[in-house]
């Protein structure tokens, strides 16, 4: 497993941010014939709301980005992106736990939109999202909050290593 920590974003990071995010949904842009160069990063730029994301690193170097917007009935994730080179270690999935715990600490529904055909759709069902509503571009998916056990541990994890990896 690779080392990553997160960090607060900032509005210096917008660029890369809806660089990485054109590379990474290229292939799924195009394969359902919506890429446009432009609007894909127009859409991030529109959309970026450095209070809510978090850059993830790797060796103190930019890998990815991750947001978590507070809604009235629940957070949705969005802005999930990791650098190709580095998708396949498990970074993903260990930031999607380490998210996912705080969100089952705090008693949080989150909810997500995927494209169609997207490999990342499958990180999200092991995880425990499963299908709200889909159509022929996106897949709406949500997680309801594990229940915490005897001792107020989200599926037996303790808190404090969750609140330590998202700092």
């Known amino acids: 497993m690779v080392d990553w920590s997160l960090r607060p974003a900032s509005g210096a990071d917008v660029e890369v941010i809806a660089e990485l995010r054109a590379v990474v949904l290229r292939a799924d842009l195009e394969r359902l014939g919506r890429y446009d160069e432009q609007r894909v990063r ?32 629940a957070a949705w994730l969005e802005h999930f992106y990791l650098a190709p080179h580095l ?4 970074i993903g999935a260990s930031v999607l736990d380490a998210l996912l715990r705080q969100g089952d ?20 069902e092991r995880h425990g999202f499963v ?3 889909e159509d022929p571009v996106d897949v709406l ?10 001792d107020g541990h989200a599926d037996g994890v303790q808190a404090g290593a969750t609140r330590k990896a998202l700092r």
């Open 87 to 90: 998708q396949g270690a498990g």
């Open 42 to 73: 127009q859409r991030l730029r529109d959309a970026f709301a450095p209070e809510h994301t978090r850059v993830i690193e790797v060796g103190r170097a930019f890998a990815g980005c991750v947001a978590v917007r507070p809604d009235a009935d």
């Open 131 to 133: 299908v709200e509503r």
């Open 105 to 124: 600490r705090d008693g949080t529904r989150i909810r997500l939109n995927v494209l169609q055909g997207s490999r990342a759709r499958r990180l999200y």
């Open 141 to 150: 998916m949500v997680r309801q909050p594990a229940r915490p056990d005897a």
